[in-house]
């Protein structure tokens, strides 16, 4: 994939959106179901992610991944786009 980008780029950015709404859609229900004034009552709650060592997953994890998705499409939008300018001459002015 390192070598092509361009050939599976659609599925790459699909892949990549489709784990941010997944994130978001966590984070989400995470927020309208933790022990809080806004708390939908529901059951179960969230009170176990809450505690040790359930908490490291939406403090440190979701905002790991959702990084790692961002990155992912900023990387795949540079090698894109280099390789879609690959060949044409640079218009490089100088002052």
Request: proline residues 7%.
């Amino acid at each position: 994939m390192s070598q092509a980008p361009h050939k599976a780029a659609r599925l790459v950015v699909a892949w990549n959106v489709l784990g941010l709404l997944d994130l978001t859609d966590a984070l989400g229900l995470g927020f309208l179901t933790a022990p809080s004034r806004f708390a939908l009552e529901i059951q179960p709650t969230s009170d176990l992610m809450t505690v040790l060592p359930l908490v490291l997953i939406p403090v440190y994890l979701v905002p790991l991944f959702f990084v790692l998705h961002l990155a992912s499409l900023a990387k795949l939008r540079r090698e894109t786009g280099a390789s879609q300018s690959h060949g044409k001459v640079a218009d490089v002015r100088h002052p």
